[in-house]
């Protein structure tokens, strides 16, 4: 049985009150909580609440590796329901950045892992001669391999797809070639079929990417942004979410300068590797400068919500100063505009 008992709108606007939040319309902070829900939105006030703290004064962990410091119900002085709610506008605006630059990557990783692929083999896909051994082997306790389970979930979209390319080729009965079957893969498929190559096959994907890519990189940043892909289109909140550690390969000079300005457990390293993928495909692309004048518009005043909650540990003009101005070696995709 659940000890948090059900209340009402109203009664929750009470709660928050009592507890320190300045909510200057209730009319409208009732309608927001009808609109977006009282859980959802707590994920954005809860930086804001108080720490607990011992006897002695010191703060209180509730995990074992002692990294999570617990909370009271009780806010911070500054905490109003306005930027509560302004703060999940803003992330609600980074979200869509995030999903217009993935997609990006998404589309062009699509067309050249097809193009590389498929001058081996049509359907090289369907071959394991393309794939690392060890995917081939069934781990302990588990009756599919790696390779296994991705290929039978990967044959099963392709027979429930409705999209007119796959349809004609089933009805034509013709085999799928990897340039048309890739086109319904998603991020999470394409991301596993990349890892699974053999290290000849990644090696070239990397080469069309960025000269000194390496695979091991590679793999590291397609992981995080399908995590970060998964996020965003659940709506989940993303402005102070730790990520993956992503690899800050210290041989590509954008990486090497620019590692001291960002967090890589946090957004801003995702930014950071967003846009040097980015720039590799659309050399001409302003999506940084979008990003930037986004996080600009983050609400200000609300307690422990700042760019360090993203990741960015120098002043955000100079790191963004600095991601313009670090180009990296370029691959073959760098050819292609904006």
Known sequence: MSD???MTYSALISLLERRGMVIDDHDR??????????????????PCRKFLNDTNGQRIVSDVGGTVLRRADDFLAG??????????????????LMLDALERVEICLRSLVAHEMGSHDPYAYTSTTFINPKWRIPKAGKTLSVWDAWSQKLTAQLADSREDCICWYRAEHHDIPIWVSVQIWEFG???????????????A??????????????NNWLH??????????????????????LSFPQS??????????????????????LWFLIRRMGPASTWLNRVETTLNSMPAGLPNCNMKALGFTAG??????QLRANPAPAGTASSQTA
């Open 4 to 6: 948090k008992p059900f």
């Open 29 to 46: 902070a009732r309608r927001k909580l009808q609109d977006v829900g009282y859980y959802r939105l707590s994920g954005f006030w809860y």
């Open 79 to 96: 905490t109003t329901f306005n930027k509560v709610f302004a703060l999940y506008l803003f992330d609600k605006s980074l979200r869509l």
């Open 189 to 203: 498929t394409l991301s596993k079929y990349v890892s699974m190559l053999n290290g000849r096959y990644q090696n």
């Open 205 to 218: 994907v990397c080469k069309e990417i960025c000269s000194g890519l390496r695979p091991k990189d590679l």
């Open 224 to 245: 995080a942004l399908n995590l970060l892909r998964n996020r965003c289109a659940h709506h989940n909140r993303i402005w102070n979410q730790s990520s993956m550690p």
């Open 252 to 273: 590509i000079d954008y990486f090497a300068q620019n590692a001291p300005l960002v967090d890589t457990t946090r957004l801003a390293g995702l930014i950071a590797v």
């Open 316 to 321: 955000l003009h100079d790191t963004f100063e």
